[in-house]
């Protein structure tokens, strides 16, 4: 999340299967008045203006490995965009996503090159060096935990 004042927060969640649980990693910091403004001009483009709300895939995956882009692009939380992507060549045939429909995935095709500006902006903030804060400490809405 971005606020209006280049105040962030990012968290990032990381699963390796069989494994159950998915490790959290949180980040918060401010940006710097060039990084906030690239986002902006990324999140205003009117290739992003025009995408389509993300279609879920289907679960279960008939892949072993997957990756998830999703932006919301309003205040509505119902506005959100995206993309999936895989290996090709790990695909069990049957399964989902090889056995989506094609439109769909032509969406998550146009949606990646259309967020592609937004991916490499975020590429480039999580190669910063952030501290990591606990999830006891984050103050994501300045909503601080009792300890």
Known sequence: MVWDDRQFHMEFRSQT????????????????????????????????????????????????????????????????????????????????????PDTIKQKWLDSAVALQPITIWLHEIMGMNWQEVPPTRSSLCGVYPTE
Request: no cysteine; proline share 10%; hydrophobic share 40%.
């Open 17 to 100: 299967l069989p494994a159950l649980q998915a490790t959290l990693h949180i980040y918060e910091s401010t940006l710097t008045s060039l990084q906030f403004q690239k986002l902006l001009n990324a999140l205003n483009a009117d290739s992003v203006a025009h995408l389509p709300i993300f279609p879920e895939p289907q679960y279960p995956f008939g892949i072993p490995q997957a990756f998830f882009f999703t932006a919301q692009r309003s205040s509505d939380s119902k506005d959100v965009v995206g993309y999936l992507a895989w290996d090709k060549q790990s695909e069990i045939s049957g399964l989902p996503p090889t056995s989506t």
